[in-house]
């Protein structure tokens, strides 16, 4: 064990060295994170009937709201049971209520919460409730500002940074703009795993892996201390850029623990793919484009999965491919808060990954 340590040690001031890769690591999910939640915060939003309403609110700002975001259709007022009924037949992929006291939250400046009733939970809604949110989120400021006679009419609104939640009935609450950072960063994290590729073949190329192996060092020594120094690098990297993002747009981070956990899983798991692809290839060019297309497949496929109601004349077995994938697993582990059995699904395909991988590795290195 000291012995990989060692070895991790080494490899990991070796990455260290690259300092264009550290930056391209940080900014290309960062610049995409910041330009997504801009693009979601400040674009239009026209819907279809993919949603439907139950306006349960006495006062104005329900109805505003669904105004200014272009909706005119699914709208109920205070009919629950209609709106339910259009979830349960599949014509809409949810349901948002408005409560009583919507509208008088708001004019005291507090948070009015959104209960979201799905059938199935998936990302499909997010990009929705980021708008929703920011809508509400205008006229808590409208309000307060106007309230503390700091303006006097909605053209002098400053900068108020206030948040409400959309609550999924039946789930823990999160911030929509956490799931999303945390979407493109594992996203990020699994397309990184051509660039791993590229680097282990280079290594091979200019034999530091076959001078490594005619040590004393032992084949899985060298892969487990050359995953373990990618692996610190990964994970340090994706929570900075997680850290920077919550401070640049101000999500709440429900749980540190969990999100840590999921990136370590990506990391491991995109670090074993590598290996296993790079055994079975050989070719740089090849692993590289395998790389790309499994991350984009597993990001789709996943999609589908966890919201299959919503494409339902996909047969089945295409709807649930998905859940073969570990994208659908640390998404549905951030989403809903908890590990088990998500985090053992994800280590069972890294460790079967990495034992294919490290098979016979002395004859894959020293083969030219």
Excluded at 38 to 65: P, V, W
Excluded at 108 to 117: D, H, I, L, N
Excluded at 190 to 209: D, R
Excluded at 352 to 363: D, M, P, V
Aim: proline letters at 2%; hydrophobic letters at 50%.
């Amino acid at each position: 064990m000291v012995k990989i340590l060692r070895l991790t040690y080494i490899n990991f001031k070796l990455s260290l060295k690259d300092f264009g890769n550290i930056l391209s690591m940080i900014i290309a999910p960062l610049a995409m994170i910041l330009v997504l939640n801009f693009i979601i915060n400040k674009g239009g939003y026209a819907t279809d009937t993919s949603y439907a309403f139950n306006i349960k609110d006495e006062g104005i700002y329900g109805e505003e709201i669904l105004q200014a975001m272009n909706i005119g259709d699914n709208i109920f007022y205070d009919e629950e049971d209609k709106a339910l009924e259009l979830l349960h037949v599949n014509e809409v992929v949810a349901v948002y209520e408005l409560e009583e006291d919507f509208t008088d939250k708001i004019k005291k400046g507090e948070k009015p919460s959104v209960r979201a009733f799905k059938r199935e939970e998936g990302n499909t809604t997010l990009a929705f409730e980021l708008q929703l949110e920011e809508e509400i989120n205008d006229r808590i400021k409208r309000e307060v500002l106007i309230k503390e006679g700091i303006i006097d009419n909605i053209d002098d609104l400053g900068t108020y940074d206030a948040k409400t939640e959309v609550i999924v009935s039946g789930s823990n609450k999160l911030d929509s703009q956490f799931m999303l950072a945390m979407f493109l960063v594992i996203y990020f994290i699994i397309l990184s795993s051509s660039v791993i590729g590229e680097k282990m073949i280079s290594m091979k190329k200019q034999n530091i892996l076959s001078r490594a192996m005619s040590t004393a060092n032992r084949g899985y020594e060298i892969m487990a201390s050359l995953c373990l120094s990618i692996l610190a690098q990964h994970v340090i990297l994706n929570i900075a850029v997680v850290i920077i993002s919550k401070f640049i747009i101000g999500f709440t981070i429900p749980s540190y623990f969990i999100m840590m956990v999921n990136i370590v899983l990506a990391s491991l798991f995109s670090i074993t793919f590598t290996m296993f692809t790079t055994r079975i290839f050989e070719n740089q060019g090849v692993v590289s484009f395998v790389s790309v297309i499994f991350s984009v497949a597993n990001v789709f496929l996943s999609i589908i999965a966890s919201s299959s109601n919503s494409f339902s004349k996909l047969p089945y077995i295409v709807r649930n491919l998905g859940k073969f994938t570990p994208f659908y697993w640390l998404m549905d582990s951030i989403e809903n808060l908890k590990l088990f059995p998500n985090a053992i699904v994800v280590l069972l395909m890294i460790l079967a990954l990495f034992s294919a991988g490290n098979y016979k590795l002395k004859n894959f290195i020293n083969r030219i």
